[in-house]
T-cell receptor, first 112, second 115 residues
Framework: NAGVTQTPKFQVLKTGQSMTLQCAQD?????MYWYRQDPGMGLRLIYY???????DKGEVPNGYNVSRLNKREFSLRLESAAPSQTSVYFC???????????FGDGTRLSIL | QKEVEQNSGPLSVPEGAIASLNCTYS??????FFWYRQYSGKSPELIMF????GDKEDGRFTAQLNKASQYVSLLIRDSQPSDSATYLC???????????????FGQGTILTVHP
């Protein structure tokens, strides 16, 4: 019962470094999402992929890029990390956009 | 006006009581409504979803939807200390009839159930 798997679980970066957050789901879902969660700001959508081969910007896309590698995998890349990107990042998936989303355990990212 | 607003917390109820969590949304085109529970340091967990006006019951949980009033609520009966968590209301609006619907979360209500 893996569901949505995110790696890594924790990461500390220095300003300017780059990294990729990985996400994979085994539920044969079409849609996948990346959110960030900050205290007082709730969950905010960064990017989403409605189906394999498509990606679109969400509410807070600046500073991020994504790749929908195949139906199972959706990665989030920080090209040049900034302290403002310190957050908890969640990946989620759903069968379609109006169906319930299932979340991974999250990646806790700190940028110094 | 925020797209999805939840009643301000934190909410504290005694064990065994009914906890009532409320949520209003601004877009009349909203079609799907979800309640997530999030324990501290954990990811959101889906506990209820509702698409039609009226009540939907699942165990101790009841979701209520009133589209005319743009209001959705979650009732937790016989509240237990293990129900202590942040509850997130989430609303989907289909964007132009595409398969993707934007999911917007409320800020969350912190519930504490004390013995």
């Amino acid at each position: 019962n893996a569901g949505v798997t995110q790696t890594p679980k924790f990461q500390v970066l220095k300003t300017g470094q780059s990294m990729t957050l990985q996400c994979a789901q085994d539920m044969n879902h079409n849609s996948m999402y990346w959110y960030r969660q900050d205290p007082g700001m709730g969950l905010r959508l960064i990017y989403y992929s409605a189906s394999e081969g498509t990606t679109d910007k969400g509410e807070v896309p600046n500073g991020y890029n994504v790749s929908r590698l195949n139906k199972r995998e959706f990665s989030l890349r920080l090209e040049s990390a900034a302290p403002s990107q310190t957050s908890v990042y969640f990946c989620a998936s759903s069968t379609r956009g109006n169906q319930p989303q299932h979340f991974g355990d999250g990646t806790r990212l700190s940028i110094l | 006006q925020k797209e999805v607003e939840q009643n301000s917390g934190p909410l504290s109820v005694p064990e065994g009581a009914i906890a009532s969590l409320n949520c209003t949304y601004s877009d009349r085109g909203s079609q799907s409504f979800f309640w997530y529970r999030q324990y501290s340091g954990k990811s959101p967990e889906l506990i209820m979803f509702i698409y039609s006006n009226g009540d939907k019951e699942d165990g101790r949980f009841t979701a209520q939807l009133n589209k005319a009033s743009q209001y959705v609520s979650l009732l937790i009966r016989d509240s237990q200390p293990s129900d202590s968590a942040t509850y997130l209301c989430a609303v989907v609006t289909n964007a132009g009839g595409t398969s993707y619907g934007k999911l917007t979360f409320g800020q969350g209500t912190i519930l504490t159930v004390h013995p």
